[in-house]
């Protein structure tokens, strides 16, 4: 009869994952979590600021652009609105996940966020303007990607599929320059 070893060949120890399960205080986030959960949930505060001002800047331009020739702009302007709000429900659901707070305070969105808001009334300077946006969410989720590095793999997943839309973003106002 062969020998009960509660560690797997692979070096997994299964009881020692099943014992530490059991600590269901913490939800999702367990023992083997190697992140620093208070510097993780500001950067996804930080972002999720940053995505509620980009909503609120393309809704400005959705309902503010006019002109029966820039019906695809506005359509693009609400599409991209759409997927920041998709960004930032994401964020609010990790910080959760990690024991946080989303901080929604409007009072201070704009400090939080590395974005800026913009009330443009041309049409070119509203494309600048979420062209540079873009630009900025892009370049902090990577920083944000290469500080998580491989301590968080839920939350370096859930940034890296957001900064491939804001790549997209970036590429489609790119296009709509004169």
Same mark, same amino acid.
Do not use: W
């Given at each position: 009869?062969?020998?009960?070893?509660? =560690?797997?060949?692979?070096? @997994? /120890?299964?009881?020692? @994952?099943?014992?530490?399960?059991?600590?269901? !205080? #913490?939800?999702p986030v =367990?023992?083997?979590?190697?992140? &620093? $959960?208070?510097?993780?949930? *500001?950067?996804?505060? &930080?972002?999720?600021?940053?995505?509620?001002?980009?909503?609120?800047r393309y *809704?400005?331009?959705?309902?503010?652009?006019?002109?029966?020739?820039?019906?695809?702009?506005?359509?693009?302007? !609400?599409?991209?609105?759409?997927?920041?709000?998709?960004?930032? %429900?994401?964020?609010?659901?990790?910080?959760?996940? !990690?024991?946080?707070? +989303? &901080?929604?305070?409007?009072?201070?969105?704009?400090?939080?966020?590395?974005?800026?808001? /913009?009330?443009? #009334? &041309?049409?070119?300077?509203?494309?600048?303007?979420?062209?540079?946006?873009?630009?900025?969410?892009?370049?902090?989720?990577?920083?944000? @990607?290469?500080?998580?590095? /491989?301590?968080? +793999?839920? =939350? $370096?997943?859930?940034? @890296?599929?957001?900064?491939?839309?804001?790549?997209?973003?970036? #590429? %489609?106002? $790119?296009?709509? !320059?004169?």
């Amino acid at each position: 009869m062969a020998e009960s070893n509660p =560690t797997h060949p692979a070096g @997994i /120890d299964r009881e020692a @994952i099943r014992e530490a399960a059991r600590n269901m !205080l #913490d939800g999702p986030v =367990t023992s083997g979590y190697k992140g &620093d $959960r208070e510097a993780v949930i *500001k950067m996804l505060n &930080d972002a999720l600021a940053t995505e509620l001002v980009c909503v609120m800047r393309y *809704k400005r331009h959705y309902y503010t652009v006019s002109g029966l020739q820039n019906g695809p702009i506005k359509a693009e302007f !609400l599409e991209h609105a759409t997927q920041e709000q998709e960004h930032a %429900d994401s964020l609010a659901e990790r910080i959760v996940q !990690l024991n946080g707070e +989303p &901080d929604f305070n409007p009072a201070t969105l704009l400090a939080r966020s590395h974005a800026e808001y /913009d009330a443009s #009334d &041309d049409v070119q300077a509203m494309i600048k303007a979420n062209l540079i946006a873009e630009r900025v969410a892009i370049e902090s989720y990577r920083q944000m @990607i290469e500080q998580i590095g /491989d301590t968080d +793999p839920t =939350t $370096r997943h859930l940034l @890296i599929s957001i900064m491939a839309v804001e790549e997209e973003h970036a #590429d %489609d106002m $790119r296009d709509l !320059l004169e």
